[in-house]
């Protein structure tokens, strides 16, 4: 079992910038790929970006690609997603996930936080 636990979220004004963070207990965060994604009210929940285990291999959405950089630090079982140039359509709750195998844009992820909310203002 892993527990995901999001933080760093906040209000932000359009072109700023916030760094989320994920730390992992239970299990050493190494051995899982790990995705962020989000989901906006009312929508439904959409990939942002994945790392592979060793952090060699990354996907971003179209929607990020430029603004948004995923990092890992498998010593401190942690993972960031640094935001920049941020735009009111970013707005959602953003959720890390975990998965024992290769990284996916798909839902199919193993383990999930709770939720942090990043809200965008113009």
């Known amino acids: 079992q892993v527990q995901l636990v999001e933080s760093g979220g906040g209000l932000v004004q359009a072109g700023g910038s916030l760094r989320l963070s994920c730390a992992a207990s239970?299990?050493?965060?190494?051995?899982?790929?790990m995705a962020w994604f989000r989901q906006a009210p009312g929508k439904e929940r959409v990939f942002v970006v994945a790392?592979?285990?060793?952090?060699?291999?990354?996907i971003y959405a179209d929607s990020v690609k430029g603004r948004f950089t995923i990092s890992r630090d498998n010593a401190k079982n942690t993972v960031y997603l640094q935001m920049n140039s941020l735009k009111p359509e970013d707005t959602a709750v953003y959720y890390c996930?975990?998965?024992?195998?290769?990284?996916?844009?798909?839902?199919?992820?193993?383990?999930w936080g709770q939720g942090t909310q990043v809200t965008v203002s113009s």
């Open positions: 996930a975990a998965r024992a195998g290769t990284v996916t844009s798909t839902l199919q992820y193993d383990y």
């Open positions: 790392i592979n285990r060793s952090g060699g291999y990354i």
């Open positions: 239970g299990r050493t965060l190494g051995s899982y790929a």
